[in-house]
């Protein structure tokens, strides 16, 4: 796609071309010229294309904001902002009407009204879906066509953003990025939002795209911007393991319809646990990781369940198993658990502002308090529309007064390297003080460094160090040397001195 004029000075910038950045974009260009950077080509490197489930709202007959926002609370294990859901999921009906009018062709019924899915921990059917488990690509497909007939969006692709400008007061005042070539650019701004979406990139063992390395969240961190529950990270059970990597997402949905999870052994491990594998995420997370851990295979076995129709419910899923030679209708699914969705982010209140004048987050790159520790299935896509339009109008009505930007130094291009297996070793599904000792070691002279693991260091150091500072288990996060609650749940913020210093327990 070609790239349109260049940023006007002063314009608003929004970082990222996902559902959220898009949202944005689209709501900010009623009020005059936005840009948008893109790192990679529109459309391509955004966890939103690949989502499968959908969105959830609630539309149905039986349903109610209130019943979804109390699902929410449940699933979020104590630490979602009530407020923060209340406010997002009463605006989830209106988000899919616009995401409709926008040019999302949802499925429907015969009689016009949305087809609706059910996932775990939903009260009721509420998945908006889309092409079957294409939910994701039809979403941003509409997203990408109406942003390129917007006039006022200047769509820069290929650009990455690397560090955000401060003028002498510390409010932003630009974002230095570079071009395909690697020159530096300079864009200027009082007004920036980052939706550069989720990290789990920083993992060896992810379902997100290589891209997705938390890079948004360092920028804003080395701006002075307040990061919340870095330490939850959402493990998805069930990652099509066959040695791809990224690793393709076997849907929760599979095992909605009766799949089941067996090891090598042809045990059917889950069968002692309450709903066995409609279990909550991380407690099927844990599961799975405890076969492994003793030297055995996983498989999820639709065989019965499905057989031939799983090719018709599961389109996406069938191509991607096929290609790596498994035929879920005959066999075993090998799969594995995986980083798959950041639950923290970059602190926001009520209209998306960070704690740093002139510096706006949306989406899974931040913290609403919408998922607490726990995000319920397809309420990303969700808050990535709704808080994307109300940071828009926010971020349009604010009168910034950024002055001249100080300058910076170009840092190299971003590269996960050790980090990687970094995170993957000792801040994974299991997670214990050696381990996380280990890791704040390894991480810290990277993250201060000047080198291109820099960034992705310091993501992942947030992460540890929210996850040593928490002497709990809650949620995504489970420490074998804390496997409680403790009364109280806190959320954890940090900022970028908060590193320098020896992690202080938020819970004890
Ligand atoms: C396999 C999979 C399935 C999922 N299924 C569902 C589902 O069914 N329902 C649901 O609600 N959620 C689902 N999720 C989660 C959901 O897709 C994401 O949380 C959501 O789409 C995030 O949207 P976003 O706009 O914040 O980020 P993304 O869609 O990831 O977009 C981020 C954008 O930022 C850009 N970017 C990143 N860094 C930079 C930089 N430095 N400079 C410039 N640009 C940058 C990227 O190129 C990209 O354009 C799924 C996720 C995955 C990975």
């Not at 009721?124 to 997203?143: C, F, K, P």
């Not at 099927?284 to 499905?306: I, M, Q, S, Y």
Request: charged content about 20%; overall charge neutral.
């Amino acid at each position: 796609m070609k790239q349109r004029t260049m940023h006007r000075d002063g314009a608003p910038i929004v970082i990222g071309a996902g559902a959220a950045g898009l949202s944005a974009a689209l709501r900010l260009a009623e009020y005059g010229p936005v840009t948008v950077l893109c790192a990679a080509d529109l459309g391509q490197q955004a966890a939103s294309a690949w989502a499968q489930g959908g969105v959830a709202a609630a539309v149905g007959a039986d349903d109610a904001p209130e019943l979804h926002a109390q699902d929410t609370l449940a699933a979020g294990d104590g630490l979602c902002a009530p407020e923060a859901t209340r406010r997002i999921t009463a605006a989830g009906p209106s988000a899919v009407d616009r995401l409709a009018e926008i040019g999302a062709r949802f499925d429907r019924a015969a009689d016009g009204s949305f087809k609706l899915g059910l996932e775990a921990a939903h009260s009721r059917r509420r998945i908006v879906h889309a092409q079957g488990d294409g939910t994701g690509r039809e979403v941003l497909r509409a997203l990408v066509e109406a942003a390129v007939r917007t006039r006022n969006i200047i769509l820069l692709e290929r650009i990455d953003a690397r560090r955000l400008l401060l003028d002498a007061n510390g409010a932003v005042a630009g974002v230095l990025a570079a071009d395909r070539d690697g020159t530096a650019l300079t864009l200027r701004s009082g007004r920036v939002v980052i939706a550069t979406g989720g990290l789990g990139g920083l993992y060896a063992h992810t379902t997100n795209p290589s891209g997705a390395l938390g890079l948004g969240l360092a920028m804003a961190a080395r701006a002075g911007a307040v990061l919340a529950d870095m330490e939850f990270v959402q493990f998805h059970p069930t990652a099509l393991d066959v040695g791809l990597d990224p690793m393709p997402l076997v849907s929760e949905a599979v095992r909605g319809e009766g799949a089941i999870l067996v090891n090598d052994l042809g045990e059917r491990f889950m069968a002692g646990h309450g709903r066995a594998e409609l279990e909550p995420r991380d407690v099927v997370a844990r599961a799975v990781w405890a076969e492994l851990t003793a030297g055995r295979k996983v498989f999820l076995d639709a065989r019965e369940a499905l057989g031939e129709r799983f090719a018709v419910a599961f389109p996406s899923i069938t191509a991607a198993c096929l290609a790596a030679g498994v035929d879920p209708a005959l066999q075993p699914i090998p799969i594995r658990p995986a980083a798959h969705y950041h639950m923290g982010g970059i602190g926001v209140d009520a209209h998306g502002r960070s704690t740093v004048a002139g510096l706006w987050a949306c989406g899974e790159a931040a913290s609403t308090g919408l998922h607490g520790a726990n995000r319920l299935a397809s309420n990303s896509l969700l808050e990535a529309a709704v808080c994307g339009e109300a940071v828009a109008r926010d971020v349009a009505c604010f009168t910034a007064s950024a002055g001249t930007p100080r300058t910076q130094r170009l840092p190299p291009r971003p590269e996960p390297g050790v980090v990687r297996a970094i995170l993957d070793a000792h801040a994974g599904v299991l997670r214990d003080a050696t381990g996380l000792q280990a890791a704040l070691a390894a991480l810290r002279p990277l993250a201060f460094g000047e080198g291109p693991q820099a960034d992705p260091a310091l993501a992942a150091l947030f992460i540890v160090i929210g996850a040593l500072a928490r002497l709990e288990s809650r949620g995504g996060h489970f420490r074998t040397d804390y496997p409680a609650h403790v009364a109280v749940a806190r959320s954890s913020r940090l900022a970028l001195t908060d590193l320098l210093a020896e992690p202080v327990a938020v819970a004890a």
